[in-house]
């Protein structure tokens, strides 16, 4: 995809995006389909709150950011 243009102040967007930093890893934030349901084992809920994935289902997102006003705005592409 190209840079966009801001649709703020019209300046050309710089491509980016926000890391998300799980323990010690850090990867890139993803967009999943529906709404957040929480994982279980044997019907228990994890204390950590985690949450199930379907990896096949998630897409990448890359965020762009004005360097005139620091609109930043986000596409799953
Ligand atoms: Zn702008």
Redesign the pocket.
């Known amino acids: 995809m190209e840079s966009p243009r801001?649709p703020?102040?019209?300046?050309n967007m710089e491509v980016g995006f926000i890391p998300d930093y799980a323990y010690t890893i850090q990867m890139q934030t993803c967009w999943h389909p529906g709404k957040p349901e929480q994982q279980t084992l044997f019907g228990m809920k994890f204390k950590s709150g985690a949450i199930k994935l379907d990896h096949k289902k998630m897409i990448a997102i890359t965020t762009y950011r004005?360097p005139?006003?620091?609109?930043l705005r986000s596409y799953a592409e």
């Open positions: 801001c703020d102040c019209g300046g004005c005139e006003c620091h609109l």
